[in-house]
């Protein structure tokens, strides 16, 4: 039923921006609110306008950098943060994507947001050295420590 719902929501999103979740994409972020599960982040990438899954796993924000090393791609994701109990969008902007192609997904960037119902952060990240330690990322989302970004 959860995952109806999901794909119902990012369907009635189409209408406003147009960006939509891949039907594995839709399960994907299912599985990251499910407190069940042990999937805790996952990565999407624009395709046309339909978020197609690029990853998912375990172990938090920092198995998702693991993902984040070239600096020729441009994608979206979600992680839970805050003992799995809260959920941040996030996009990531390599310093080697062109400038058409950062345009492009600037402007699909808050559409492909709206396709995630539950986040309550939305964090930037474009390459720059440093901005991916999880200390900085903690206290970007309003953490000290490091408990901020446990998963469980």
């Known amino acids: 039923m959860a995952t109806t719902t ?64 070239d600096p020729s791609i441009a994608l979206y994701g979600v992680f839970a943060f805050n003992g799995g109990t809260k959920f941040a969008f996030m996009s990531y902007i390599g310093a080697d994507v062109s400038g058409m192609q950062r345009a492009g997904a600037g402007m699909k960037r808050s559409g492909a947001a709206l396709c995630f119902d539950g986040t309550i952060a939305d964090i930037s990240f474009t390459g720059e050295a440093g901005e991916l330690d999880c200390a900085a990322v903690a206290a970007r989302l309003g953490g000290t420590d490091a408990e901020f970004m446990r998963t469980t």
């Open 6 to 69: 999901t794909a119902f929501k990012a369907d009635r999103k189409v209408v406003k921006s147009g960006v939509r979740l891949s039907t594995k994409a839709a399960a994907a972020w299912d599985e990251v609110r499910d407190n069940g599960s042990s999937i805790n982040w996952l990565l999407v990438h624009l395709v046309k306008k339909k978020l197609k899954l690029m990853s998912k796993g375990i172990e938090g924000f920092p198995a998702l950098t693991a993902h984040l090393e």
